[in-house]
């Protein structure tokens, strides 16, 4: 997997990262330690553009669940009554994880596990970028 970086002022400033490969078991770590090394170095919002990845393994999910994790509003203080509700009705979207252009074998991985109940999935970028 190869990752290309890119940093863009919106709303807030938001991180893309354009990977390019399969998001696999011999992937996924690479993936989870750049995205870890660019939330280190104060990435809040990560828009992940899957333009180019042709497959998401049971493994991409866990890394793309782990990057939520990490994101996760309520390790960014917000109210975790509020976002449990939010969850259970329905009305919940990350705030902070976004991806961009995944294609119809990696939506359906997605949808699969319910990632997509608040993973946020766009194929226009500037869409993308003003959901966060």
Wanted: proline share 4%; glycine share 4%; with cysteine.
């Amino acid at each position: 997997m190869e990752i290309s970086y890119s940093t863009v002022q919106a709303r807030v400033p938001i991180t893309i990262m354009r990977l390019r490969g399969a998001l696999d078991s011999s992937s996924a770590g690479y993936f989870m330690d750049q995205a870890c090394q660019e939330i280190e170095k104060g990435a809040k919002n990560i828009l992940l553009d899957f333009s180019e990845v042709p497959f998401m393994s049971s493994v991409g999910i866990r890394s793309l669940s782990a990057i939520y994790d990490w994101l996760h509003p309520v390790k960014c203080g917000a109210d975790q009554k509020a976002v449990t509700q939010a969850v259970h009705d329905g009305s919940y979207h990350a705030p902070h994880l976004k991806i961009l252009n995944p294609n119809e074998r990696v939506i359906h991985a997605i949808q699969m596990v319910a990632l997509d109940r608040y993973l946020q999935m766009f194929s226009d970028e500037h869409e993308a970028l003003a959901a966060f």
